[in-house]
């Protein structure tokens, strides 16, 4: 990736958060097309409750394929992790049994 884009990133994130991006938000960010980085910080920014760890934040966003017009919603953890490992007892592996439970949320 070219350093501009980097600077770029690191730019958006700093005028977003008003706070300098970890190595690991960075590594997050850089594969990602600028556009869509974007769009993750607006997100961010819509929060309705201040984002206590970005970085899961972001990592949660790109994995559920949040756009600004939906709004994050409150998921309870622990019924997740319930059902979790309802499925990975049934056979599946942690990421199969991630993705059927998100699927069940929708």
Known sequence: ????SVKAIALAYQTATLTYPSFEIMELLKPLPFERVLELLLIMRQSPRPVK???NFLRRAI???WNPETMPEKVDRHIEYVEE???VRQGYTIDQAREKVQKNRR
């Open 1 to 4: 990736m070219e350093t501009g």
């Open 53 to 55: 760890s970005p970085l």
């Open 63 to 65: 994995q559920e394929g």
């Open 85 to 87: 490992n309802h499925y």
